[in-house]
């Protein structure tokens, strides 16, 4: 079993950056493979990014490429999400998720684990 705890959400300012940060426990079998995905109110879940924890291989969103960056730390088992240049379209609920592979997918039904959220809400 995978536990994800997303963490660093925030009001920001547009212009202004944030870091969001998923603690991952279990199996790292289980979690070779992160996403973010966010929800913003009264729209679908979109695929922000995505990770190879073994590889570094790395997938972006092309409204984030450029603005986002995801990043891992094995040893610390967190992953990390810095934003930049935020923007008010990038207000949303932000999540985490996990599965086993070797592929960014950006797919949030192919994910089998995911964590609570963390609300990111930039001003204009």
């Known amino acids: 079993q995978v536990q994800l705890v997303e963490s660093g959400g925030g009001l920001v300012q547009a212009g202004g950056s944030l870091r969001l940060s998923c603690a991952v426990s279990?199996?790292?079998?289980?979690?070779?493979?992160m996403g973010w995905f966010r929800q913003a109110p009264g729209k679908e879940r979109e695929f922000v990014t995505a990770?190879?924890?073994?590889?570094?291989?790395?997938n972006y969103a092309d409204s984030v490429k450029g603005r986002f960056t995801i990043s891992r730390d094995n040893a610390k088992n967190t992953v990390y999400l810095q934003m930049n240049s935020l923007k008010p379209e990038d207000t949303a609920d932000y999540y985490c998720?996990?599965?086993?592979?070797?592929?960014?997918?950006?797919?949030?039904?192919?994910?089998?684990?995911w964590g609570q959220g963390t609300q990111v809400t930039v001003s204009s």
């Open positions: 998720a996990a599965r086993r592979g070797l592929l960014t997918y950006s797919v949030g039904n192919l994910y089998t684990y």
């Open positions: 990770i190879v924890r073994s590889s570094g291989s790395t």
């Open positions: 279990g199996p790292t079998s289980n979690s070779n493979v």
